[in-house]
């Protein structure tokens, strides 16, 4: 298999305690092309082969070329990644994300190089996204989201 590279991360994803609180120091400290909104949105997860959902306040801000996920957790059934990261008490930054049209064949590429799965898949929208477990070698995880 041919070596693949990530020619960018185009999302940072950012868990916290409080959305609101976050949208005001984030606010002031970034740039932003227009005001923040918070959101609320539901995503069915496969999370290491089990189903659930999580239901979470968010924030999807373009700052920069980067687009900045802000997630607090407010319910989930069955367990999922950010839970994960809230229970170990890792808040702040949580994953990057980059968008491809290729995510099989990148998944392929990790999973044969690096013996790396992917920890959490779902869907939103159009759009199929792909959590892979990349702490170990990259010190985050890492989103696949395909377009």
């Known amino acids: ?5 990530i020619p960018k991360f185009d999302q940072v994803g950012i868990v916290v305690k ?3 609180k976050a949208a005001e120091i984030f606010g002031k400290l970034l740039n932003f092309r227009a005001k923040l909104n918070i959101v609320e949105q539901s995503s069915d ?26 997630v607090e957790v407010v319910e989930a059934t ?11 008490g ?7 994300g980059t968008y491809t ?3 099989d064949e990148m998944l392929k590429f990790f999973k044969e190089k690096y013996d790396i799965d992917v920890i959490q898949s779902g869907k939103a929208g159009k759009v199929n996204f792909y ?5 170990k070698i990259l010190g985050f995880i890492l989103e696949l989201i395909n377009i």
Do not use: C
């Not at 890792?90 to 990057?96: D, S, V």
């Open 78 to 88: 069955g367990p999922n990644v950010y839970s994960d990261a809230i229970e170990a």
């Open 101 to 103: 049209k290729n995510a």
């Open 1 to 5: 298999m041919s070596e693949i590279k």
């Open 18 to 20: 409080d959305i609101e």
């Open 131 to 135: 959590y892979l477990n990349t702490e």
């Open 90 to 96: 890792r808040f702040g930054l949580h994953h990057l």
């Open 45 to 70: 997860v496969n999370y290491k082969g089990q189903e659930g959902t999580v239901k979470m306040k968010k924030i999807m801000q373009h700052w920069g070329d980067k687009q900045l996920e802000i």
